[in-house]
């Protein structure tokens, strides 16, 4: 092989692997976009298997990524509130339905200290007599 065709082959190899990469990429977000991943470079780089540096050379790619990574935050945001209220909400009904039964079961309690008290009284008004 010349010098030229080992040139040539090289520039289609690099050619190839830039389009790999890019193909990567963009399957990567199209994922993490279904499944509702936050992104931002780290997870696409992890995701796709390039390297972040590489990432952010790609100024369409960066571009992209910066774009979707404003509005993956405010949906992310958005369902972590959501999720963080429906937790506080059935926490919260816990507590209330957990302070019913504990004042079902005082309330028993104090009948039952009556009923002893009442007992007693009778036992010690007995053995008076």
Same mark, same amino acid.
């Given at each position: 092989? !010349?010098? =030229?065709? %080992?040139?040539? /082959?090289? &520039?289609?190899? /690099?050619i190839a692997k830039k389009q790999d990469a890019n193909n990567r990429v963009k399957s990567a977000l199209e994922q993490m976009q279904q499944h509702e991943i936050p992104i931002n470079f %780290? =997870?696409? /780089?992890r995701c796709a298997s390039v390297s972040k540096s590489w990432l952010y050379k790609q100024t369409n790619i960066a571009n992209q990524i910066k774009s979707l990574r404003t509005k993956s935050g405010k949906?992310? *945001? =958005?369902? +972590?509130? /959501? &999720?963080q209220m429906a937790r506080k909400n059935a926490k919260i009904d816990a507590l209330e %339905? *957990? @302070? *019913? +039964?504990?004042?079902l079961e005082n309330k028993d309690l104090k009948q039952q200290v009556e009923v002893i008290y =009442? #007992?007693?009284? &009778?036992h010690v +008004? !007995? @053995? #008076?007599i």
């Open positions: 092989m !010349d010098k =030229s065709n %080992q040139l040539l /082959a090289l &520039k289609n190899s /690099a %780290q =997870s696409v /780089a949906i992310n *945001r =958005s369902l +972590s509130n /959501a &999720k %339905q *957990r @302070v *019913r +039964s504990l004042a =009442s #007992e007693l009284h &009778k +008004s !007995d @053995v #008076e």
